[in-house]
């Protein structure tokens, strides 16, 4: 299968799964009236935390295929290998990572539906399918949008495919750019690819507000559906963290308690040391845009505008991503172009790739604030920066953390853009332990792996409690 359709084939996979997986996980926690605490949204968001290699890399080793002789194969005897080194097994990986993100809208899509209209419902004696059917028609635009979401970053994935060996269009993206490194090339290419990336992002804006759901009013009657929802939601999701994360975790502690030997300390600590230095230069990027951003004026079409240009940035294959920062640094004067040699030019390239979903995670709190506020803050002479600080900050403040830490995230796993943009003899800690897979290094794998899961979860974890602690105060107040 050629590279190009056998990427559309996985990633029409995974956003089918994860619709059918996700949306109907995001149905039931809508039903089970599970409200959006902090906890339980980290509990749904730690998939997404985990990138799709790190599931592959797990289910590898516990079918007992690791190192260096697994990229010296051929062909393998069981049908569990055969399957996972398929294009069904990086759908699959790519099913277990991303299906919170259909969950998580539809969810959020479900919010302004009144939860009595269950109750209602089984009041005139509907049956708990029909039940889950009206809910899953009233969410089908918040699935789609996530589904759709799901088959641009599937399309945009090389971790995955590559552990496995599948041969998809990032994976020929990223050999060509190794060979020529010219921009034209690549964007010739792939033109195919980016053209329909960036019809979604013109047209994200206008499927976002699709998703909304009118508020229903009725009466509320019984509890029964809310404790088999709530059963069958916990389940679903305990189901698929053991298949996703568990499994990976399960067999690399396993790996690292047993070859302690072979890890070396110095050689981790300097790829934490460069993974520290790429991942905060990002957060602090995009925190920075962020709040730009913010100041600008608040005009519909230049929102619609910004939404899509930066959902476009998103959606751009990483090495044309790379390659464009690099070819737009080389008119610059030369004191300048030796900041490409720097962490700085990855953390400037990862901040602009991973701006958009911080910044819609700002827009998303800021469309639930009340518009007299703003009006009442202009009266009072704030505007501009110290609107920003005054107003909007302590507004905003959990939005403004999520999107911070999202940056941080997904910085600290990204894979391709680091080993295109790194400077020399220095790697950050995802890209050293894609490296040591191909050496045959599985000690130095699951230390690698266990490491850059600390370094994702304990931040988020901090930032967790950190808001409990601010929030019991003022709940006693």
Do not use: K
């Given at each position: 299968?050629?590279?190009?359709?056998?990427?559309?084939?996985?990633?029409?996979?995974?956003?089918?799964?994860?619709?059918?997986i996700g949306g109907g996980g995001g149905v039931l926690a809508h039903l089970a009236r599970i409200r959006p605490r902090a906890w339980w949204i980290?509990?749904?968001?730690?998939?997404?935390?985990?990138?799709?290699?790190?599931?592959?890399?797990?289910?590898?080793?516990?079918?007992?295929?690791?190192?260096?002789?697994?990229?010296?194969?051929?062909?393998?005897?069981?049908?569990?290998?055969?399957?996972?080194?398929?294009?069904?097994?990086?759908?699959?990986?790519?099913?277990?990572?991303?299906?919170?993100?259909?969950?998580?809208?539809?969810?959020?899509?479900l919010r302004s539906l009144d939860p009595r209209l269950a109750d209602q419902l089984r009041l005139e004696g509907g049956s708990r399918a029909r039940?889950?059917?009206?809910?899953?028609?009233?969410?089908?635009?918040?699935?789609?949008?996530?589904?759709?979401?799901?088959?641009?970053?599937?399309?945009?994935?090389?971790?995955?495919?590559?552990?496995?060996?599948?041969?998809?269009?990032?994976?020929?993206?990223?050999?060509?750019?190794?060979?020529?490194?010219?921009?034209?090339?690549?964007?010739?290419?792939?033109?195919?690819?980016?053209?329909?990336?960036?019809?979604?992002?013109?047209?994200?804006?206008?499927?976002?507000?699709?998703?909304?759901?009118?508020?229903?009013?009725?009466?509320?009657?019984?509890?029964?559906?809310?404790?088999?929802?709530?059963?069958?939601?916990?389940?679903?999701?305990?189901?698929?963290?053991?298949?996703?994360?568990?499994?990976?975790?399960?067999?690399?502690?396993?790996?690292?308690?047993?070859?302690?030997?072979?890890?070396?300390?110095?050689?981790?600590?300097?790829?934490?040391?460069?993974?520290?230095?790429?991942?905060?230069?990002?957060?602090?990027?995009?925190?920075?845009?962020?709040?730009?951003?913010?100041?600008?004026?608040?005009?519909?079409?230049?929102?619609?505008?910004?939404?899509?240009?930066?959902?476009?940035?998103?959606?751009?294959?990483?090495?044309?991503?790379?390659?464009?920062?690099?070819?737009?640094?080389?008119?610059?004067?030369?004191?300048?172009?030796?900041?490409?040699?720097?962490?700085?030019?990855?953390?400037?390239?990862?901040?602009?790739?991973?701006?958009?979903?911080?910044?819609?995670?700002?827009?998303?709190s800021e469309e639930q604030m009340d518009r007299e506020l703003d009006s009442l803050a202009a009266i009072e002479g704030l505007r501009g920066v110290?609107?920003?600080?005054?107003?909007?900050?302590?507004?905003?403040?959990?939005?403004?953390?999520?999107?911070?830490?999202?940056?941080?995230?997904?910085?600290?796993?990204?894979?391709?853009?680091?080993?295109?943009?790194?400077?020399?003899?220095?790697?950050?800690?995802?890209?050293?332990?894609?490296?040591?897979?191909?050496?045959?290094?599985?000690?130095?794998?699951?230390?690698?792996?266990?490491?850059?899961?600390?370094?994702?979860?304990?931040?988020?974890?901090?930032?967790?409690?950190?808001?409990?602690?601010?929030?019991?105060?003022?709940?006693?107040?």
């Amino acid at each position: 299968m050629a590279a190009l359709p056998q990427s559309v084939f996985i990633a029409l996979l995974a956003a089918l799964g994860t619709a059918l997986i996700g949306g109907g996980g995001g149905v039931l926690a809508h039903l089970a009236r599970i409200r959006p605490r902090a906890w339980w949204i980290l509990t749904v968001f730690f998939p997404i935390l985990w990138p799709p290699f790190f599931t592959a890399i797990g289910w590898m080793v516990a079918l007992g295929e690791s190192g260096l002789t697994l990229f010296q194969r051929s062909g393998f005897d069981t049908v569990g290998l055969s399957l996972l080194f398929s294009p069904w097994g990086v759908a699959a990986a790519h099913i277990l990572s991303y299906w919170p993100i259909p969950a998580i809208l539809a969810w959020w899509g479900l919010r302004s539906l009144d939860p009595r209209l269950a109750d209602q419902l089984r009041l005139e004696g509907g049956s708990r399918a029909r039940l889950w059917a009206l809910h899953a028609r009233f969410a089908a635009p918040s699935i789609l949008q996530g589904a759709l979401l799901v088959a641009v970053i599937s399309l945009n994935d090389l971790g995955a495919a590559e552990m496995l060996q599948v041969t998809t269009f990032p994976m020929v993206l990223f050999t060509e750019l190794n060979l020529s490194r010219d921009l034209a090339a690549l964007a010739g290419m792939s033109w195919p690819l980016v053209g329909f990336l960036l019809l979604v992002g013109a047209s994200w804006p206008f499927l976002r507000r699709l998703s909304s759901v009118e508020r229903e009013p009725a009466l509320e009657v019984t509890r029964s559906d809310r404790r088999v929802a709530g059963g069958w939601c916990v389940l679903l999701a305990g189901l698929l963290l053991s298949l996703g994360p568990g499994v990976a975790l399960h067999v690399e502690v396993g790996g690292f308690l047993s070859d302690l030997s072979a890890v070396h300390l110095e050689l981790i600590g300097e790829c934490v040391e460069a993974t520290l230095l790429a991942a905060g230069g990002s957060m602090a990027l995009v925190v920075a845009l962020c709040a730009v951003l913010s100041l600008l004026p608040p005009s519909a079409r230049a929102r619609t505008f910004l939404e899509s240009t930066l959902f476009c940035l998103f959606a751009l294959p990483s090495p044309i991503l790379s390659l464009a920062l690099i070819a737009a640094m080389n008119p610059l004067p030369h004191f300048l172009v030796g900041w490409a040699d720097t962490f700085w030019i990855l953390s400037a390239a990862c901040a602009l790739r991973f701006l958009w979903p911080s910044w819609m995670i700002l827009r998303i709190s800021e469309e639930q604030m009340d518009r007299e506020l703003d009006s009442l803050a202009a009266i009072e002479g704030l505007r501009g920066v110290r609107r920003l600080v005054w107003v909007h900050f302590p507004l905003h403040r959990n939005a403004w953390l999520a999107g911070a830490g999202l940056a941080w995230v997904f910085t600290v796993g990204e894979g391709v853009m680091t080993r295109i943009l790194q400077p020399p003899g220095v790697q950050t800690l995802a890209a050293r332990t894609i490296n040591f897979m191909h050496w045959g290094h599985d000690g130095m794998v699951a230390a690698g792996l266990l490491v850059l899961g600390l370094l994702e979860v304990v931040p988020l974890l901090l930032g967790v409690l950190w808001l409990q602690t601010r929030r019991a105060p003022e709940a006693r107040a």
